[in-house]
């Protein structure tokens, strides 16, 4: 259906019009034309898919041989392993073989290390024979052979130990062939020392091209160790140099003689070196300086010293015999603490000489040379320590022995100033002394053992010693503390200003180490430590082992409370003790205050009890001060004379402000509240009060102000009977108090009195017989 369609389109599109018949036989012979065509390729294709198909077959059938071919080869193998397992020839044969394979093994190994020992030696004699004409090319094949010998070395490691005499045997040749490649060397500069008969030169003189040659030559065969070495090397020239000096030192200080005593060796063997430095140090610098320059201005040990500057790397080439020296006194002296300490002490001295004098690094440009005393220290630092320890804890306990240890040093300060006693200024004194011992010291950690064991220590003891005397005074003065026995001895102590002067002994003991505490925290050796200890404490994860196998508890604990705190930067070394001198300071303040209020209590008991102000008669002119307060003046004097002399102006101030105003109550309640006054009377009271306030005001400027509400209504209560010119009287005043507050106030106002109530007031007017109605 579908083929008949586009037969009848395809006609349908030819035959459009009758005119399109005339041309059928074209359109029939293109049809057919195409039909050929079409046919052609029909065939074409026909064939192309038998000849397809025909190969298609023939893989098939390779494939499938193939396949049959392998599976034959697999049973045929299977069969084979078969029948070798059933066998023992394999096993047999490979036994045979292991004895002549592993002598091969052996003998190919043996080849190779000839070789190598062979390639070993050729360098060696490479090497000498440049020798000592030329240093820098005997460099060439020393310095393979090291690389070989670091080669090995490593490869050892890598196959656990493997070779041991082969490696040790290279690395025996490479040390060897050094050494006597600087012996060569280093003799032709003997010769040439000899020659100039060395050291008898002027220190002045310059030295001759074949010398300066020679120094040349072991420079430049150094050069490569020099770059590569992780420690400080000494320079072969100076070494050379160094050993006429050297059998000196050894002659003079390690030998039979009297200058070798290890007492001997701060007076006598540093002294002798510093002194050797002095003499040479021109001699050296301008003759050898320049060539140290040429080699090493733009190396990467251009910044240390010890090879930039001759007379470093002379010291460094002494140095190993005073070592020597140093040690060899230590094991001498062992078990002589005081020694040691003395040891250390000209120890930190000479390494200080040789840093500030002669610019001594020891080779490390970043960090400080910690010089001959921090070798010692490594090994003996806990043995140093506790003989400080020990030596500072028994000058603190003789101190306290001393007979003036506990009186108060009037002459430490002038007029003003807080006066400690000599036990307080001693002890600050000794820890001071012990700060010297320390400061120089530069390892961190041992500074904070000083810090926390010796010097925190003695202030804990101090300070226990001020709490145990403040503690003594409350058992003796209170109540409670009476009932458990005292002693007379103990209460007359207290008598007089007995008790004044046995708080003020704290007061200003404490003071005076809070004070120096204080001005330690900003000076900069603490600082520098502060700032040690808080980056220490911020960066260290182990909280177990801070610093010197303190935990950063215990290290808080005893310094600050701010140790290792990001927020907190205003913290110092001495926080915690600070505070706790603080705190006594504050608590014998606060006794000084009720032990002036209790004495001023007893002295004017009978002065309270007074019973005649309603009585005294109204014709009196001329007023003295009532008998009862020559007392209680005498007293008031007393304190006030004693205290001037051992407070600061500040802390007798306060002291004397809370016990006056507790005066200004006792007065007020037990004498102007408790009586009544004629106008006679209270003229007596206020004559009395003058006296009062004019003691005070003559130690105390404006003192008297805090008896100031008792003289405003003492002044109240003072109020005439009558006036000639018309002024505020007593009944005035009472009217208008009695009538409400705001003519109360206008009374106060008018009075200028502004330390009363409109109460205070109603009261005080009411104290006259006048207003007793």
Not at 152 to 165: C, E, F, P, R, S
Not at 227 to 235: Q, R
Not at 515 to 534: A, C, G, H, P, R
Not at 721 to 742: H, Q, S, Y
């Amino acid at each position: 259906m579908e083929f008949d369609i586009r037969v009848e389109d395809y006609l349908d599109d030819k035959l459009q019009s009758t005119t399109d018949f005339d041309h059928l036989d074209t359109l029939l012979s293109s049809v057919e034309y195409q039909r050929s065509q079409l046919q052609s390729q029909l065939d074409d294709a026909t064939a192309a898919l038998a000849l397809a198909r025909q190969s298609e077959s023939d893989r098939q059938t390779a494939l499938m041989t193939q396949i049959e071919e392998f599976q034959s080869l697999q049973k045929s193998i299977d069969v084979r392993l078969q029948i070798i397992a059933s066998s023992d020839a394999p096993d047999e044969a490979i036994r045979r073989l292991e004895v002549p394979m592993g002598q091969l093994r052996k003998v190919d190994l043996a080849y190779k290390y000839l070789l190598l020992l062979q390639d070993v030696e050729q360098l060696c004699q490479a090497a000498r024979s440049h020798l000592p004409q030329s240093p820098k090319a005997a460099l060439e094949p020393y310095t393979k052979l090291k690389q070989l010998s670091l080669k090995l070395k490593d490869l050892q490691n890598q196959a656990d130990g493997a070779a041991v005499h082969l490696v040790n045997h290279v690395e025996s040749v490479t040390e060897t062939l050094w050494s006597e490649m600087k012996a060569t060397m280093s003799s032709e500069l003997e010769a040439v020392l000899k020659a100039r008969n060395w050291p008898n030169v002027e220190p002045d003189s310059e030295v001759d091209e074949e010398w300066l040659a020679c120094f040349e030559k072991l420079i430049d065969l150094q050069v490569p160790e020099v770059l590569y070495s992780p420690k400080a090397v000494t320079l072969l020239p100076f070494d050379v140099m160094a050993q006429i000096f050297i059998k000196e030192f050894r002659f003079h200080f390690m030998s039979d003689k009297p200058t070798s005593a290890p007492q001997a060796i701060g007076a006598h063997c540093f002294p002798w070196f510093t002194a050797l430095l002095e003499k040479w140090e021109d001699f050296l610098r301008d003759n050898f300086g320049g060539v140290l320059a040429v080699r090493f201005a733009e190396t990467g040990v251009a910044q240390k010293m010890v090879y930039m500057d001759p007379v470093c790397a002379f010291i460094t080439a002494m140095l190993p015999v005073v070592k020597e020296k140093v040690n060899d006194t230590l094991a001498a002296t062992k078990g002589d603490p005081a020694f040691l300490s003395s040891l250390m002490g000209q120890l930190m001295s000479f390494d200080e000489a040789l840093r500030g004098g002669f610019a001594y690094d020891g080779g490390d440009a970043d960090e400080e040379w910690g010089g001959l005393a921090s070798e010692v220290l490594k090994d003996h630092f806990r043995t140093w320590l506790e003989a400080e320890k020990q030596f500072a804890l028994e000058r603190y306990q003789a101190i306290m022995q001393t007979q003036d240890a506990r009186t108060i040093d009037y002459d430490f300060a002038g007029a003003g100033k807080t006066k400690p006693t000599f036990a307080a200024v001693r002890v600050t004194d000794l820890l001071k002394s012990v700060t010297t011992q320390y400061e120089r010291v530069k390892r961190f950690s041992h500074k904070l053992r000083f810090l926390i064991d010796i010097q925190l220590n003695i202030l804990d003891e101090y300070h226990d010693h001020l709490r145990g005397t403040l503690e003594a005074y409350l058992s003796i003065t209170s109540t409670v503390g009476r009932a458990f026995g005292v002693t007379k001895e103990q209460i007359a102590a207290l008598e007089g200003t007995g008790a004044l002067e046995t708080l003020c002994k704290v007061y200003g003991s404490a003071d005076h180490v809070v004070n120096v505490l204080k001005d330690w925290s900003n000076e900069e050796f603490f600082i520098t430590m502060w700032e040690q200890l808080q980056t220490r404490a911020k960066a260290t994860e182990d909280q177990s082992n801070l610093a010197g196998g303190m935990s950063y508890d215990h290290v808080r604990d005893r310094t600050s409370a701010a140790v290792g705190k990001e927020d907190n930067d205003n913290g110092v070394l001495f926080d915690e003790t600070i505070a706790a001198y603080s705190q006594r300071r504050k608590r014998a303040q606060e006794f000084l205050s009720e032990a002036l209020a209790e004495s001023h209590r007893k002295a004017f008991r009978a002065y309270l009890h007074r019973p005649q102000w309603s009585t005294i008669s109204d014709e009196a002119v001329d007023l003295a001060i009532t008998a009862e307060l020559d007392e209680p003046l005498r007293i008031l004097k007393r304190d006030l004379d004693f205290l001037t002399r051992c407070l600061g102006i500040a802390p007798f101030r306060r002291v004397w402000r809370e016990a006056l105003e507790r005066l200004n109550s006792t007065l007020w309640t037990d004498v102007l509240m408790s009586h009544k006054f004629t106008s006679s009377g209270a003229a007596q009271f206020a004559r009395d009060l003058h006296a009062i306030t004019s003691v005070i005001e003559r130690y105390i400027p404006d003192g008297s102000s805090s008896l100031g509400s008792l003289s405003d209504a003492v002044r109240l209560l003072n109020l005439a009977l009558e006036l000639p010119e018309g002024g505020m009287t007593l009944k005035k005043a009472t009217d208008m108090v009695f009538t409400d507050n705001t003519e109360a106030k206008k009374v106060l106002d008018e009075l200028e009195i502004d330390s009363l109530t409109p109460a205070n007031a109603r009261q005080i007017l009411q104290r006259r017989v006048e207003n007793a109605e």
